[in-house]
């Protein structure tokens, strides 16, 4: 019943094959998620037959952290790309960050690099051993979207979390997890949650986890403060694929790690279907469309103002930082979900939904009565 209760939350999933059948990779990924490579470390994603090898920094004149600079400079890597299923060559990129950013596009695909650390300081010289990119393969076939579902089961023989199940589609803004535990009284409890995924900014079981989220805390069943509506979860899935990592956190305290062994694994990518009520839409920096004004693009986040109509129609914006996933909204008949940014725009999925009640606009009830 609890495996039902998270696989209805998402679509039948396709077989995708497996980096270890077909690449000998250091890491996997998937289409649109973000994966970390170290020189000469290879990333294998199955759903494009592309193996991807972080060959070099071939240029770092980022501004050093500890100094002030007139220029912000740049950071430029090499790296190799391969058809696996031919073992054809696809080519060698240079991808640059900050400054002259570029990205290296082949087929339907586009490549980018969206972080390089470490950070330079004017003191300490980097080793070329000591980098590691962030990087992510987009699809740009026909504008198409992309969904990313996971499913995941995973156990222990640690207390008090005995075993999870947990699935989540990030573009759709979707996920549960079931846990099994040891209650207070050391009987076996179920503890049910809702939550609102997001691509994490920082993953700690890398590099190249497979899977690595953050969410939002919609609905629960517990009565553990750790565990509550508007706290926060993590999930991590390590690269060998063996291991899932999960932690819980609130405004006050981060609670401990969960270290579980997976049993059961399963990803798939399908095109997010487009209704009547539903159009896709791309924003720039300084555009608008409907409540949301985009003010900065960034490789991984949104930054703008929401402007709300229900229940009280306001023309002063209030700021908000989106990520994958992430919706703005009018407070009831307008949402905009942001489910890609490449190439210095914002791509959403609007949804009007004019027949559904909303509370009626204050200001709007205001002047229809005469008052002031």
Request: glycine fraction near 10%.
């Amino acid at each position: 019943m609890a495996a039902t209760l998270v696989a209805s939350i998402f679509l039948q999933p396709s077989n995708i094959l497996s980096a270890g059948d077909a690449y000998a990779a250091d890491a996997t990924a998937e289409i649109g998620q973000p994966f970390s490579l170290r020189v000469n470390q290879t990333a294998y994603i199955g759903s494009a037959d592309v193996a991807v090898r972080f060959i070099d920094v071939t240029e770092d004149s980022r501004c050093p952290s500890d100094v002030v600079c007139i220029w912000e400079g740049q950071v430029s890597i090499l790296v190799d790309l391969v058809q696996v299923s031919s073992d054809i060559s696809i080519g060698q990129f240079t991808l640059s960050l900050g400054g002259q950013a570029s990205a290296g596009s082949f087929g339907n695909y586009s490549i980018r690099v969206m972080d390089v650390q470490p950070y330079p300081m004017s003191t300490k010289k980097i080793s070329p051993s000591d980098y590691v990119v962030t990087l992510v393969l987009d699809s740009s076939g026909g504008g198409q979207v992309l969904s990313h579902g996971v499913l995941v089961k995973a156990e222990t023989s640690s207390a008090p979390v005995a075993a999870i199940i947990s699935g989540w589609n990030v573009e759709k803004g979707k996920g549960a997890v079931v846990l099994f535990m040891q209650g207070d009284n050391g009987g076996p409890k179920r503890v049910i949650i809702r939550f609102a995924p997001s691509y994490a900014s920082s993953c700690s079981h890398g590099p190249g986890p497979v899977k690595c989220i953050d969410g939002q805390i919609k609905l629960t069943n517990s009565n553990d403060p750790l565990m509550g509506e508007g706290g926060k979860l993590h999930l991590e899935v390590d690269t060998s694929k063996t291991r899932l990592f999960l932690a819980f956190a609130n405004a006050e305290e981060t609670g401990k790690e969960y270290m579980l062994n997976i049993i059961k694994l399963k990803t798939w990518l399908k095109p997010i279907a487009i209704d009547n009520n539903t159009s896709k839409i791309s924003l720039k920096e300084g555009q608008r469309d409907g409540p949301l004004l985009v003010q900065k693009i960034y490789l991984d986040r949104v930054e703008g103002l929401n402007f709300p109509e229900y229940p009280i129609a306001t023309d002063q914006g209030f700021p908000i930082t989106l990520r994958i996933g992430e919706k703005a909204s009018n407070g009831c008949t307008v949402v905009l979900t942001l489910v890609k940014i490449e190439d210095n725009t914002a791509v959403f999925s609007k949804t009007v939904d004019e027949d559904r009640p909303c509370p009626i606009c204050w200001l709007q009830g205001a002047l229809l009565s005469g008052s002031k």
